[in-house]
């Protein structure tokens, strides 16, 4: 049975927080739509500088273009606009006036008379930012496609067959389906789902405990004949649930914003139906317990609001490392990493948009893990306050 203390202490929690109209919009409202809004943004963005880049007609800074007048004809009818560039291309590429510079050697007529290698060299940054490298890869193409066409005319001309040149032929099977393609679009989406949980349970775990200490208000609550443990229970359970909020939020926005990411154009397919929303929403629903019960222990050793909050935020950041392993490391899931928090749900999540076909006992082990990590430390923090010395901010 539920103690009355504990119900007392769980309702005034969470209508405090509801009244605190500022706290609800920064934690709740935003952390629940930032992500999912922002991620839209910048791949919508991203996609679409490329797609212009690719599209539209290349213009191509030349140096020497008079020593390749055949390369240049071959140039222009594949609707390439040339430009002669009149600074040196080291330059142009350090301002940042072209994505790339072709610069055509003295020497090139002459060996291209000969049958020689002739050399042009290409300009660029490989470092830069945004669509630059599209440029690149199409001035690339264009040029191997003029260095094929006359090679294959030179054998030609000898009575050799340009097929003897390709020794070997490379058939190509690409497993990926379009629906793990798609997934390279969400690959962000475990580390929004937990840090939007974190940040929805953040502000109460620093109120109830922190904050309650700085105002001097926690003591004369203990004063009651009630047991601490119930107090804090009830504390540490409205914690929870708005980080619950805040999941669930989170879940429907990404849910609400799938239809407009551009897959068409790029040949993927991105699909979530409710069964897969309500699995994710099942391995998450753990990771509750764990992220309010640490933030709680954190705020309880901090003496202001204010430090608290400095420690707690460093905890969003937590999530972040698996997020950012799974994105550059190919992993071969094991047991060990299943019972993991945090690392579990980024693999089952990933699984998930991915179209794969999530184990049910992996799920099983996934929430007992997590539930175990996050029920000891939900005990501990509780067990923290009947230390006398937790109570006072000095």
């Known amino acids: 049975m539920i103690s009355k203390a504990f119900k007392t202490v769980f309702k005034k929690e969470v209508m405090e927080n509801i009244r605190d109209k500022r706290t609800m919009m920064s934690s709740v409202i935003l952390g629940s739509f930032l992500g999912p809004v922002m991620a839209l943004g910048l791949i919508y963005m991203s996609v679409q500088m490329g797609k212009d880049k690719a599209e539209k007609q290349l213009e191509l800074p030349v140096v020497n273009m008079q020593f390749a007048q055949n390369l240049e004809k071959h140039l222009i009818s594949q609707d390439v606009k040339i430009i002669n560039l009149e600074k040196s291309p080291e330059a142009a590429i350090k ?201 709680t222990i954190i705020a309880a050793f901090s003496k202001s609001f204010k430090e608290a909050q400095t420690y707690v935020n460093l905890v969003i950041f937590i999530p972040l490392i698996p997020s950012m392993l799974l994105m550059f490391m190919p992993v071969k899931e094991k047991l060990w990493m299943i019972a993991t928090p945090i690392l579990s749900q980024n693999i089952l999540i990933n699984q998930l948009i991915r179209g794969e076909t999530v184990e049910w006992f992996n799920v099983l082990v996934c929430i007992c893990g997590t539930l175990f990590v996050g029920g000891l430390l939900a005990w501990f923090a509780v067990r923290l306050y009947n230390k006398e010395n937790m109570l006072f901010a000095d």
Do not use: C, W
């Open 95 to 295: 301002d940042k006036d072209h994505d790339v510079v072709l610069a055509i050697d003295k020497g090139f007529a002459a060996s291209m008379s000969q049958a020689q290698p002739a050399k042009v060299m290409l300009y660029y940054d490989a470092s830069a930012k945004g669509a630059a490298n599209v440029s690149v890869r199409r001035v690339k193409a264009l040029i191997n496609a003029y260095s094929s066409q006359i090679g294959a005319m030179r054998l030609q001309l000898r009575g050799v067959s340009p097929g003897l040149m390709q020794v070997i032929s490379i058939e190509e099977h690409d497993q990926a389906t379009a629906q793990s393609k798609g997934a390279q679009l969400l690959m962000f989406l475990p580390y929004f789902l937990i840090m939007g949980l974190f940040m929805g349970s953040m502000y109460l775990a620093i109120d109830t405990t922190a904050g309650e200490k700085e105002r001097k208000s926690l003591e004369p609550l203990f004063l009651n004949p009630v047991s601490r443990v119930q107090v804090l229970a009830g504390k540490l359970a409205a914690t929870i649930s708005f980080g619950l909020l805040t999941l669930v939020l989170t879940l429907i926005a990404f849910k609400l914003t799938l239809p407009f990411y551009p897959t068409k154009s790029l040949g993927m397919t991105l699909s979530l139906n409710l069964a897969d929303v309500g699995l994710m929403l099942l391995v998450l629903l753990p990771l509750a317990l764990l992220a309010g019960s640490i933030q």
